[in-house]
């Protein structure tokens, strides 16, 4: 342990940021380094518990006190090595994970918790700059080929442990570009394509084929993959947005958050796209959903320039912090104030839209909605809810943006075409002991499997299917489980 007193010595800090107005006039990232020393003394507030439950609130299992412990002697290469054992992409996850490890922290019962998704995202930016992080093509191959269709976390986690081991990996990719939601789901200020684009390179370098705007039961038949290939990986994520079937819903004006960050991530990267253009310049937005996708969608519409931006939420505003229903190690629901509700927005909660208000030309100009009251059950979740009286209104609005969630995977093409079968919320079937789907070549790992989830839960999805295939392939596995990493 390297400084056995550093948790009481030293508070948390977070690395300083561009300022707020300064930064929505562009797309790049702007949050700062830590300083050496300031990195030091966050990696000495680990205090090395006994039972470290960081590990087991991370999905991937990260091995969290050996990498602070390297990271406060300063070993770069140790703590990357040991990050990127269990963890392919901690570029991506330094950046955009929502930290269930620091949720389970121990010192986060009665303190600021160790600023761990900030050290991982150090851990990986020096090994790169310290030349650390390099191609490692596999010396010995299987002959067996695999096909992952889907190049998100989960799927480039699949594709990067199958080669590891001497597979012949392709992953196939419906978009002019790899990285699924990474690249046209999360916006540039968040995630950077560089990041991914480096990344890419370095598994192409390492023996992956990767075939863009290949949309496998569409240009690409699914007889070719079933005959060429020795299985096959599902880790298409969860696609379907979950509508608003409200009246008006077919105003010009309403669209899904989606369809509006994608074809801004295009923009940014200067690809062509062949839809109509969604800005929210000059309009009063109103984005109903207030997760993360919400967040996104405030910070580009202040990049945009909108005249107003308000976010609304159905269910009551959540406790900023924990109460007895959500007990620590467990991931509190808690109130979260990003970096986009920073640079400007109003934000109300208990709110249900009643209907969409066009003009004569069918234009979006408002929004009706009344405020709601919850009613409680003892396990502190709301149950049902009912309308205050007087609190019905019109506001203007000239664009609406859905971010209420994904209901489950396209089932149009590659799924129905396959005949995998489906649970009952409409994910592909496929247990999480196997991964395998009803047709034994066939596996399933991510958002596609287990619905709309965390990109660490991606990740992890992705490198556990791995396991199986190798294991169905070769009738046993080289490849380490999560927890026979996590806890060696």
């Known amino acids: 342990m390297g400084k056995v007193t550093g948790f009481q010595e030293y508070d948390r800090v977070a690395p300083t940021r561009e300022a707020a107005a300064t930064r929505v006039k562009h797309y790049g990232e702007f949050l700062n380094?830590?300083?050496?020393?300031?990195?030091?003394?966050?990696?000495?507030?680990?205090?090395d518990c006994g039972v470290p439950f960081c590990q087991?609130?991370?999905?991937?299992?990260n091995v969290i006190p050996e990498f602070n412990e390297a990271v406060y002697q300063a070993k770069w290469e140790m703590a990357a090595n040991i990050l990127?054992?269990?963890n392919n992409f901690p570029e991506f996850t330094g950046r955009i994970c929502p930290a269930p490890c620091e949720s389970a922290c121990v010192l986060g019962i009665n303190r600021p918790p160790v600023s761990i998704e900030e050290i991982e995202k150090h851990i990986i930016e020096i090994a790169f700059d310290k030349g650390y992080i390099k191609a490692k093509a596999p010396l010995i191959r299987t002959g067996k080929k695999v096909a992952?269709?889907?190049?998100?976390?989960?799927?480039?986690?699949?594709?990067?442990?199958?080669?590891?081991?001497?597979?012949?990996?392709?992953?196939?990719?419906?978009?002019?570009?790899?990285?699924?939601?990474?690249?046209?789901?999360?916006?540039?200020?968040?995630?950077?394509?560089?990041?991914?684009?480096?990344?890419?390179?370095?598994?192409?370098?390492?023996?992956?084929?990767?075939?863009?705007?290949?949309?496998?039961?569409?240009?690409?038949?699914i007889s070719t993959l079933l005959r060429h290939f020795n299985a096959i990986v599902l880790a298409g994520g969860s696609t379907?947005?979950?509508?608003?079937?409200?009246?008006?819903?077919?105003?010009?004006?309403?669209?899904?958050?989606?369809?509006?960050?994608?074809?801004?991530?295009?923009?940014?990267a200067e690809r062509q796209f062949d839809v109509e253009d969604i800005f929210a310049t000059d309009k009063n937005v109103i984005v109903i959903g207030g997760?993360?996708?919400?967040?996104?969608c405030i910070g580009t519409s202040n990049r945009h320039g909108a005249k107003s931006i308000t976010q609304f939420e159905i269910m009551p505003m959540p406790p900023q912090?924990?109460?007895?229903?959500?007990?620590?190690?467990?991931?509190?629901m808690?109130?979260?104030?990003?970096?986009?509700?920073?640079?400007?927005?109003?934000?109300?909660?208990?709110?249900?839209?009643?209907?969409?208000?066009?003009d004569e030309s069918g234009n979006l100009k408002a929004l009706k909605v009344v405020d709601v009251e919850w009613d409680i059950d003892s396990n502190g979740r709301p149950v049902s809810f009912k309308e205050v009286a007087g609190t019905e209104r019109d506001l203007p609005c000239e664009l609406v943006l859905l971010a209420m969630g994904f209901l489950h995977p396209q089932k149009e093409g590659l799924i129905e075409k396959l005949g995998v079968e489906l649970d009952n919320r409409g994910n592909v079937k496929a247990s999480e002991h196997s991964y395998q789907t009803n047709i034994a070549k066939i596996f399933a790992a991510g958002d596609v499997r287990r619905g709309q989830s965390l990109v660490v839960w991606a990740i992890s999805e992705g490198r556990e299917a791995a396991r199986k295939v190798d294991e169905y392939l070769m009738g046993t596995t080289k490849l380490a489980s999560r927890d026979a990493i996590a806890y060696a």
């Open 334 to 358: 808690l109130l979260k104030h990003t970096s986009s509700h920073e640079e400007g927005a109003q934000r109300a909660w208990s709110v249900n839209t009643k209907n969409f208000i066009a």
């Open 291 to 296: 997760g993360d996708t919400g967040s996104d």
């Open 56 to 61: 087991s609130g991370c999905p991937l299992g």
């Open 148 to 221: 992952v269709i889907g190049s998100g976390p989960a799927g480039l986690a699949a594709a990067a442990q199958l080669n590891k081991v001497g597979h012949e990996v392709t992953v196939f990719e419906r978009d002019d570009a790899p990285g699924g939601l990474l690249r046209y789901g999360i916006p540039d200020f968040k995630l950077q394509k560089n990041v991914i684009d480096r990344r890419i390179d370095l598994m192409k370098e390492e023996g992956i084929i990767f075939k863009c705007n290949a949309n496998v039961g569409e240009n690409v038949e």
């Open 321 to 332: 912090t924990r109460n007895e229903h959500m007990p620590w190690p467990n991931y509190p």
């Open 240 to 268: 379907i947005p979950r509508d608003l079937s409200i009246p008006g819903r077919e105003a010009k004006g309403v669209h899904y958050a989606m369809d509006f960050l994608k074809q801004q991530n295009k923009r940014v």
């Open 84 to 86: 990127l054992s269990t």
């Open 33 to 47: 380094e830590l300083p050496p020393q300031e990195l030091n003394r966050q990696a000495a507030r680990c205090m």
